[in-house]
T-cell receptor
């Protein structure tokens, strides 16, 4: 199984351009997440989804939009890129193990975005 | 809300040294606790977990014990190798809360030959 696949792996944008990062998982997971990783800041949650057709805001949602039209895909969009969005973006997914279970995430390899 | 605090790095050790990375947490319920590892150029992957008090998670020579009385989940390894050089993240998920994991800021470990 491929697990969680992110495309593209690298992208350079100019300020004001738009783009979409694609995340695909083949584990039939209900939950999917988008994080950004910046030096000294750890992982910060941008948006997440608890099922097909649903999305919710995380810790740092401004400037990003997401969609989950199919259970296996979670798209992250930047409508008007800014230099502050230069970062490494990670997608993750997990299955719902119930209120007594542990929520274990499976991560993709990351997408490095540079905004000039 | 829930939070995770882990020691700042980098932690620099010689091969075969003993490793401890401290992690403490704040949660309203009874969280599950995790350590994830990120090798250079890769995504995070689960290293070990514990779901209730006094549980010990272990994997690849690493161990961590869920200490409810001190709200801690410190990561230890008796003898580190160069290949253990990576960034380590402590995390929790609170089944009684939002269920969405909360991560610490990560601790970089550098092991020299």
């Amino acid at each position: 199984n491929a697990g969680v696949t992110q495309t593209p792996k690298f992208r350079v944008l100019k300020t004001g351009q738009s783009m979409t990062l694609l995340c695909a998982q083949d584990m039939n997971h209900e939950y999917m997440y988008w994080y950004r990783q910046d030096p000294g800041m750890g992982l910060r949650l941008i948006h997440y989804s608890v099922g097909e057709g649903t999305t919710a805001k995380g810790e740092v949602p401004d400037g990003y939009n997401v969609s989950r039209l199919k259970k296996q895909n979670f798209l992250l969009g930047l409508e008007s890129a800014a230099p502050s969005q230069t970062s490494v973006y990670f997608c993750a997914s997990s299955y719902y193990s119930g209120r007594s279970g542990a929520n274990v995430l499976t991560f993709g390899a990351g997408s490095r975005l540079t905004v000039l | 809300g829930d939070s995770v605090t882990q020691m700042e790095g980098p932690v620099t050790l010689s091969e075969e040294a003993f490793l401890t990375i401290n992690c403490t947490y704040t949660a309203t319920g009874y969280p599950s606790l995790f350590w994830y590892v990120q090798y250079p150029g890769e995504g995070l992957q689960l290293l070990l977990k514990a779901t209730k008090a006094d549980d010990k998670g272990s994997n690849k020579g690493f161990e961590a014990t869920y200490r409810k009385e001190t709200t801690s989940f410190h990561l230890e390894k008796g003898s580190v190798q160069v290949s253990d050089s990576a960034v380590y993240f402590c995390a929790l998920s609170d089944p009684g809360g939002s269920y969405i994991p909360t991560f610490g800021r990560g601790t970089s470990l550098i092991v020299h030959p």
